[in-house]
């Protein structure tokens, strides 16, 4: 199983000693905050062209790297909106997908790419969504005109958007995990921040995830308002909702309580499942953790059987279910945890809305 530096630079509070071994990448940093500023101010002056789709679009991003909850937010926005009648499609990056045809993922009925083409999160998507148009790909002006072309799309969703400047978008909606932040405040490679907190104020939006209670997330808000003192802040958690099958069948999440677990991730946050599954009553007495976006291997699956030896069964995330390659070499039961995104305030929908 990997070694996870990710995890380190997540923390908010580092020894000295931690310090002292991570100051190399405080001065690769440096360069990397002017590339940022210099990139952004370039868009600021209108030196670099901004594209204008002629419908809205809303992007869903973060400003640190790691899993702050896009794609279930991206997902549960297209469900509200496609449940009021407002046709969306989904424009994707397609992070570590491997496509060599054309842009269109799933036409909202068919998928006509696979996860190692798509990438895993589009992938997940696809197989999530009905009738929600996903194209993937870095040209995202393009592919929102086809989008709109082609569908007849009422509105564009821009999954992790927040940094694509090159489109214009009419609502921007943050992310930022209430439990690691925005870590201790540096820039990659030294932190976890994609930009400089100064650049919150390109936010309309934030939601803050994984929050148990409101209340206890205003020392965060209160950094925020600093920065942004007009931004409007909502507050998320999850749900587990049922366990899904290697076929896509879904079962009770009593079917595993009480039992003893593997847990499975590649993840950006493995502590944050680990949670959940303990909240659904199973007992994880042992973990796989492999990095982000991890494209399994059977070699992989030999080492996760040989760790399972002691458990009931291996729960592991819908993302990386669509990952695993055949798991025949597997002898014991295999479930993903299906979970869904549960906005605490009714007004976030009602601001969305308002733009259609």
Aim: with cysteine.
């Amino acid at each position: 199983m990997a070694w996870r530096i990710d995890r380190i630079l997540h923390q908010k509070e580092k020894s000295w000693r931690m310090k002292i071994l991570l100051f190399p990448l405080y001065l690769l940093s440096i360069p990397y905050g002017w590339a940022v500023w210099l990139r952004n101010a370039l868009y600021s002056c209108n030196l670099f062209k901004v594209n204008r789709l002629p419908c809205p679009v809303i992007s869903v991003g973060n400003i640190t790297v790691g899993g702050t909850g896009k794609t279930p937010l991206v997902m549960a926005l297209a469900k509200d909106l496609q449940d009021r009648g407002i046709s969306v499609a989904i424009l994707s990056r397609g992070y570590k997908g491997e496509r060599t045809s054309g842009p269109l993922l799933s036409d909202g009925k068919t998928i006509y790419l696979s996860s190692e083409e798509a990438g895993d999160e589009p992938y997940l998507m696809a197989r999530r969504l009905k009738d929600t148009p996903i194209l993937i790909g870095k040209d995202r002006f393009t592919n929102g005109r086809i989008a709109f072309q082609q569908f007849g799309v009422r509105g564009i969703l821009l999954d992790d958007g927040f940094q694509h400047l090159q489109l214009h978008r009419d609502l921007n909606i943050l992310l930022v995990d209430s439990t690691i932040g925005f870590g201790d405040h540096h820039l990659l490679p030294r932190g976890i921040l994609r930009e400089p907190l100064t650049h919150l104020h390109r936010g309309d939006l934030f939601i803050l995830t994984k929050v148990e209670r409101p209340e206890t997330c205003e020392p965060l808000e209160s950094l925020i308002r600093e920065i942004h003192p007009s931004a409007r802040v909502f507050h998320s958690h999850y749900e587990a909702s049922a366990l899904i099958g290697l076929h896509g069948e879904l079962e009770s999440l009593d079917s595993f309580n009480e039992k003893k677990v593997l847990a499975l991730s590649g993840i950006a946050n493995p502590s944050s499942f680990l949670s959940l599954l303990k909240k659904c009553g199973m007992k994880v007495i042992k973990e796989a953790i492999f990095p982000d976006h991890h494209r399994y291997t059977k070699e992989d699956l030999v080492l996760i059987e040989e760790k399972g030896k002691e458990v009931d069964g291996i729960v592991t995330t819908e993302k990386d279910l669509v990952r695993l390659p055949d798991i025949g070499v597997i002898h014991l039961p295999i479930r993903a945890l299906r979970i869904e995104m549960k906005i605490w305030e009714e007004a976030f929908f009602q601001e969305v809305r308002r733009l259609f």
